[in-house]
């Protein structure tokens, strides 16, 4: 890899997986990190994850080559604003962010000639966030979706392509922005929504006594950053509110069944939720590679 200088601007949770990532991945790569918190920073050093941290993002930029993009939606674009003086010439930029369509159009709109962006999402995290999280956030045989733009140099994106499967990666998906927040808004962002709202309609705590494997897997999300959730859904909410229409659809045929004691239409329903479930880890297996 020619690039030898690394940048993370945004030490939380991702932004310290991504750091781990790379040292596990690349000898002899530079790594640096900006945050707003000199203690992660000095955590970060103090455990070999970074080799040198900095406040100021403008004293970082200059050195890197590549520039990982490890803040909240809502932080990107002032950020932008705020720095893209500060880039090296002919750098490169990506991101992590979960919602792709505003965030790829406003860095797109605001960068440098010289500087090119490969908007990216790798799809691993932790109901828990912040640096000292980092370590759980195993990005082994995880996806990872890109969203390239027409303006991206095809050494750049065979570049980002090259980190994203040493870093563990297993699958890498490229689509639109579009497509992906609508994709997203299913197989990620409805799940918290079903977890949280299975929660929230039992007030008795104590329910948890009757809980086994079926209620932890279905709830385990639902330990997640509120303000950080609330943030994804609200800027995705049209394709998030699709799903859960989409997804109310679904659960009021269960219930219509049910209602009914239509014990046939039930289990053929039930069976054709099975045979699906079986496709789609078939399909998963097929595809877990580099594809």
């Known amino acids: 890899m020619a690039i030898k200088t690394i940048g993370i601007a ?14 596990r991945a690349f000898t002899g790569v530079h790594v640096l990190a900006c945050d707003i918190d000199e203690n992660t920073l000095a955590s970060a050093k103090a455990d070999a994850v970074i080799d040198e ?10 050195q890197c080559g590549l520039v990982f993009l490890c803040l909240n939606p809502s932080v990107i674009p002032r950020f932008i604003v705020e720095n893209m003086r500060a880039f090296a010439p002919s750098s490169l930029i990506t991101d992590v962010a979960g919602v792709k369509t505003g965030v790829a159009s406003f860095i797109e709109a605001n960068l440098r000639a010289d500087v090119d962006y490969v908007p990216g999402h790798p799809m691993a995290g932790s109901e828990n966030g912040g640096y000292s999280e980092a370590k759980k956030c195993d990005f082994t045989g995880k996806n990872y979706i890109l969203t390239p733009l027409k303006r991206n140099k095809p050494e750049n994106l065979a570049l980002i392509r090259e980190i994203v499967y040493k870093m563990g990666f297993s699958r890498i998906t490229e689509t639109t922005p579009a497509e992906h927040d609508y994709a997203i808004a299913f197989t990620s962002q409805l799940c918290h929504v079903i977890a949280a709202a299975l929660i929230d309609c039992e007030q008795d705590s104590n329910i948890i006594r ?10 385990r999300i639902a330990l997640f950053n509120a303000a950080q959730w609330t943030e994804l859904f609200l800027e995705n909410s049209q394709s998030l509110l699709t799903r859960i229409v989409q997804f109310s659809a679904s659960l009021d045929k269960l219930k219509s069944l049910i209602e009914n004691g239509d014990r046939k239409g039930l289990q053929t329903c039930l069976q054709t939720v099975r045979e699906r479930k079986e496709q789609a880890e078939t399909v998963s297996i097929l595809h877990n590679g580099r594809c």
Do not use: I, N
């Open 10 to 23: 945004g030490l939380g949770l991702m932004g310290g997986a991504v750091a781990m990532a790379l040292r």
């Open 53 to 62: 941290g900095f406040v100021d993002a403008k004293a970082m930029l200059p």
């Open 210 to 219: 009757f809980g086994g494997g079926s209620f932890e897997d279905l709830t």
